[in-house]
């Protein structure tokens, strides 16, 4: 068995037995690793800190055959502010699940890694809708779903006026089309435009896009139906987090 040393991104925190916690790291170099943190309930443990939930720490794993056990953890960036502010806490908590239930056990993606550490940091700091946005579009482009925006899936042909969007096959569908497409919505060319914007923007430079309500609307909705179409199912903290826009 060997140790694997690695930065990781805490995104699932449980209580297990007396004083341990059970946690689901996505790292750097291995992937989503499931791991138990012995001890760390404790008073005076040294590795409290280190496995808080969202928390970007430098972690040793002694790997098990389904379970690895944190050895030693320093932590690298807290981000107290997405635990202590539950609207925050709740956007922290949909990336995470989006993250953990879209891809597979240890296969190293470092495209997800700085992407989720880098939305982490927007979302201390930016507009928490955009960032989800921008988490969502970029996500779904690096696990291979990236929609297409500009031409009509079936014929090629530049797509102009009123929009149609294959929610099923991930794109633009001209008129001529639409009888053959699944899942048909409407999208505005508004819509269209800031979709491409997140697709390819700097994640820093997210801030400099303005919104009006309505698109903010059509774009937390058209993005939560295509992703619950293309990796076919629901997610739980999506809904927490349509109740508190409700509230």
Do not use: W
């Not at 990781?8 to 037995?17: Q, T």
């Not at 972690?59 to 953890?73: I, K």
């Not at 899936?153 to 149609?164: N, S």
């Amino acid at each position: 068995m060997a140790y694997l040393k690695t930065p990781g991104l805490v995104l699932r925190n449980l209580n297990y037995k007396e004083a341990d916690k059970l946690l689901t790291v996505y790292t750097l170099e291995y992937g989503k690793v499931p791991a138990v943190a012995k001890g760390v309930r404790k008073v005076k443990s040294s590795m409290r800190g280190g496995i808080q939930l969202f928390s970007h720490s430098d972690f040793v794993f002694y790997h098990g055959r389904s379970l690895d056990t944190v050895t030693q953890c320093a932590v690298i960036e807290p981000f107290p502010q997405l635990r202590s502010d539950l609207d925050r806490f709740a956007f922290a908590a949909y990336f995470a699940e989006l993250a953990l239930e879209s891809v597979p056990e240890r296969e190293a993606n470092p495209d997800i890694f700085y992407l989720l550490l880098t939305c982490l940091h927007l979302l201390v700091t930016h507009d928490p809708e955009l960032v989800t946005r921008l988490f969502e579009v970029r996500l779904m482009n690096v696990l291979g779903y990236a929609p297409e925006l500009t031409n009509c899936l079936y014929c090629g042909a530049e797509v102009k006026g009123r929009m149609r969007f294959s929610l099923q096959d991930g794109g633009l569908v001209c008129t001529d089309c639409a009888p053959e497409a699944a899942k048909l919505v409407y999208i505005s060319p508004g819509a269209a435009a800031n979709l491409k914007a997140l697709s390819t923007m700097d994640l820093d430079k997210c801030g400099r896009i303005r919104l009006s309500t309505a698109l903010r609307q059509e774009l937390a909705a058209l993005l939560s139906q295509y992703i619950e179409t293309q990796l076919e199912r629901e997610f739980k903290s999506r809904a927490f987090l349509d109740s508190l826009n409700q509230v």
